[in-house]
């Protein structure tokens, strides 16, 4: 099992330039989360989708738009890129949205906007 | 909003030394507790949780971890580190009843052979 993928691993992106992250989950999990790592600041939830169909805003909202595809994918876009998105995007998910579940990561996206 | 505080981001340490990180968080309710560890160039991966019942929480590794309610702390510890350890560790914190977590800034901890 390949357990939680996402591409790209490395973006550079102008300001003003949009992107898609993608991520996927190959372990039935239902829930889903983004978080982003700065340095110094640890991981800040961005947007959650506790179920297929529905997605909810984290700590970090601002900035991002998020899609739950299918029960496999959750996507995190961002419609104009800032230097301040620059920053290491994870992707995790847990088999339903109680803590009594653990979170799997995935290897991250490096994004840099110059 | 919880919020998680740890302390002496950067630790420097021998192998064989002692190792304790620590963690305090904010919160008025019930909360589960976390410790992910994350080797260089590697996933976040769990290395402990606490519930309920006995504070003291052994996980993967060799290590092990203290909830003191009245200090609103959960302490990591090792007792003799190793090289393997060097990693960033990060203590997390979700109310009762949801798994959003929210991170510490992590301890950067750098194990000389």
């Known amino acids: 099992n390949a357990g939680v993928t996402q591409t790209p691993k490395f973006q550079v992106l102008k300001t003003g330039q949009s992107m898609t992250l993608q991520c996927a989950q190959d372990?039935?999990?239902?829930?889903m989360y983004w978080y982003r790592q700065d340095p110094g600041m640890g991981l800040r939830l961005i947007y959650y989708s506790a179920s297929e169909g529905t997605t909810d805003k984290g700590e970090v909202p601002n900035g991002y738009n998020v899609s739950r595809l299918n029960k496999r994918e959750f996507s995190l876009r961002l419609e104009s890129a800032a230097p301040s998105q620059t920053s290491v995007y994870f992707c995790?998910?847990?088999?339903?949205?109680?803590?009594?579940?653990?979170?799997?990561f995935g290897p991250g996206t490096r994004l840099t906007v110059t | 909003a919880q919020s998680v505080s740890q302390h002496n981001h950067h630790v420097i340490l021998s192998e064989a030394a002692s190792l304790e990180l620590g963690c305090n968080y904010s919160y008025g309710g019930t909360v589960n507790l976390f410790w992910y560890v994350q080797y260089p160039g590697q996933h976040l991966q769990l290395l402990l949780k606490y519930f309920s019942g006995d504070p003291l929480v052994k996980g993967i590794k060799g290590f092990e971890a203290e909830f003191i309610k009245s200090k609103f702390s959960f302490n990591l510890r090792k007792p003799s580190v190793q090289w393997s350890d060097t990693a960033e560790y990060f203590c997390a914190v979700t109310p009762l009843g949801n798994n959003r977590l929210a991170f510490g800034k992590g301890n950067q901890v750098v194990v000389i052979p």
């Open positions: 372990m039935n999990h239902n829930s």
């Open positions: 995790a998910s847990s088999a339903a949205d109680s803590a009594f579940y653990e979170q799997y």
